[in-house]
């Protein structure tokens, strides 16, 4: 499920949490959501969601479903799903995603390549449908 | 039947002055038990092998937080075994998780409970269940001082609680040979959580820029190191120092505990 700025400041829902001024090196694989505050070198891989929180540096290949950037990343990012750069996020290295939105002020340096959705998962409802709502 | 070890130094010699009314209690609710006094808590493994018997329904510690421990730490090898408590520190801290305030509700459960099944690890060569704290230790005096008070309020000197940076040790974490973790450590918590299987949940305050940081972590296995020697904590007893290595492992041990319903707060008759 898509993650508004607000759950970012609730770690309730995270299965790991790198707290500002902590220093992570290696593999990290989790299940759940995770939060990285501090630094991280390495690779990540997440079968959930991703936030990298404002004061963040992570150097790594990343993977996971949903990706939220509002630090500084160095390395490549799959995003199953979304990525997110938001207006404090920087990304340096090439991006792989379904959907892509960048903030105005987050800086991507790279290519971005474009995931097809799978036919199975509209993203969107049909037109016809809002129009008819519209008419009534 | 139930096999009573009991801790007599424990709680200040609190069993010398509860031993009658114990007594009482246990008899009035119709609890059969025999009782057993722990003189050395070395000698635990030994008391197990000699009284347990095919008719002991559980082994109860009747003690503080070494008598737990020490007993957990012995009934690891038995398959099945349920474990009790009857806490007679005011400190017993898995009493206390479990519901168990008094030693009049240890033994109440006895007569009345449900089976919990708590998960295991091993520090070092002992198990545990619960929770550990690994903490830098801090000068009793300065614990005290930083504390607020009427009386500190009353002279003005109640002070906001900063953390100071000799409170914070140097810290590295292996997690599982996958992943280290560096940090200024204040505290760490490590725990299971139902749904996790034997992966224990690892929650670090940590010290960056005068403010307090929380990081939270999960892993089998756990090397601590540290610049200085610290306590790991279980319950209130210091049972190991770092550097440590902390392993959740897949056994259980069953724990009699309060029935949920009696937890529940009582409703108001309208």
Same mark, same amino acid.
């Given at each position: ?18 707290? $500002? ?9 989790? =299940? ?24 963040? $540096? ?21 995003? $199953? ?49 809002? =129009? ?5 | ?17 509860? /031993? ?51 007993? !957990? ?41 449900? !089976? ?8 070092? /060569? ?135 319903? /009696? ?8």
């Amino acid at each position: 499920m898509a993650k508004d700025r607000k759950d970012f400041a609730d770690p309730s829902h995270l299965d790991t949490l790198i707290g $500002k001024g902590v220093v992570v090196e290696g593999r990290l694989a989790s =299940e759940g959501d995770v939060q990285i505050n501090g630094q991280f070198n390495g690779e990540l891989a997440v079968n959930s969601d991703l936030i990298i929180g404002e004061h963040a $540096k992570v150097k790594a290949e990343i993977e996971a479903n949903n990706v939220y950037v509002a630090g500084e990343v160095e390395g490549t990012i799959t995003a $199953k799903e979304k990525l997110e750069i938001l207006e404090t996020g920087r990304v340096n290295g090439n991006v792989t995603s379904q959907a892509l939105s960048i903030e105005p002020g987050g800086i991507l340096k790279g290519s971005s390549e474009m995931q097809e959705v799978s036919e199975d998962q509209p993203t969107a409802k049909p037109t016809f449908e809002v =129009e008819e709502e519209k008419a009534e | 039947m139930y096999l009573l070890l009991v801790n007599p130094k424990a709680g200040n010699q609190r069993y010398r002055r509860i /031993e009658h009314p114990l007594n009482l209690m246990l008899g009035k609710l119709d609890i059969k038990y025999k009782i057993v006094l722990i003189e050395d808590l070395t000698n635990t493994q030994d008391l197990l092998k000699h009284h347990i018997q095919a008719d002991t329904e559980a082994v109860v510690a009747v003690g503080g937080n070494g008598t737990v421990n020490t007993i !957990i730490d012995a009934l690891a090898d038995y398959e099945n075994m349920p474990f009790g408590i009857i806490p007679t520190s005011k400190t017993n801290h898995l009493a206390k998780t479990l519901g168990m305030t008094s030693w009049q509700t240890g033994v109440k459960v006895l007569a009345n409970h449900e !089976i919990k099944h708590l998960r295991l690890g091993r520090i070092g /060569e002992r198990y545990f269940a619960g929770s550990l704290v690994v903490s830098p230790k801090r000068h009793l005096l300065a614990s005290i001082f930083e504390k607020r008070s009427l009386l500190r309020s009353f002279i003005g000197a109640n002070l906001k609680q900063k953390p100071k940076e000799e409170h914070n040790v140097a810290c590295s974490l292996n997690l599982d040979n996958t992943v280290t973790v560096q940090c200024q450590l204040n505290t760490m918590e490590i725990y299971f959580q139902d749904g996790f299987g034997k992966k224990m949940k690892i929650h670090l305050t940590t010290l960056s820029d005068q403010k307090t940081q929380d990081s939270i972590f999960r892993a089998n296995q756990l090397n601590i190191s540290s610049s200085l020697n610290m306590p790991v904590i279980c319950g209130n007893e210091t049972v190991a120092n770092t550097p440590i290595k902390i392993q959740g492992v897949s056994k259980t041990l069953p724990v009699l505990t309060m029935p949920v319903s /009696e937890k529940l707060p009582r409703r108001r008759s309208i």
